[in-house]
């Protein structure tokens, strides 16, 4: 007899995998990713994204400063923290890079959070939540 716990962790498994396989193409492909700070970046590049990442908060600029290093691209992704001040913060990128002609995508940030529910309240916390997912759907304990 199946169990309905370790086949609903396995989908969620599948689903995590197809979403950074898609973040990790868009990435190859030039997209820059935006996060807040170092930490979100060494969670990607754990999750193994190896494009360009770009911190917000590490560089100690001010924002309108940072948005203009994304002046001449044509999109970038947006994936800031699932809390409060992550959300604030990813709807004015969103209505600063739309307003400069930047496509800003914020797919990945919804579909990680429709995934994660309230697992999940950083980027940085992302590893361990593919991890804790994996050990699940084995039927194990993390």
Do not use: H
């Not at 190896?50 to 691209?73: H, N, Q």
């Amino acid at each position: 007899m199946r169990n309905p716990r370790i086949d609903l962790y396995t989908r969620k498994m599948e689903r995590a995998t197809r979403i950074f396989e898609d973040l990790q193409e868009q990435s190859d492909a030039g997209v820059p990713i935006i996060v807040e700070g170092r930490r979100d970046e060494a969670a990607l590049r754990k999750l193994g994204i190896k494009g360009t990442v770009l911190c917000l908060k590490a560089t100690g600029e001010p924002r309108f400063r940072f948005i203009e290093r994304l002046d001449g691209s044509k999109r970038a992704i947006l994936l800031t923290d699932f809390d409060r001040e992550g959300g604030e913060l990813g709807t004015w990128l969103y209505q600063e890079l739309s307003y400069r002609g930047i496509l800003a995508d914020n797919q990945v940030w919804r579909k990680i959070r429709g995934l994660a529910r309230t697992e999940v309240r950083s980027v940085e916390e992302l590893p361990s939540f593919v991890r804790a997912l994996e050990i699940r759907s084995k039927g194990l304990r993390p």
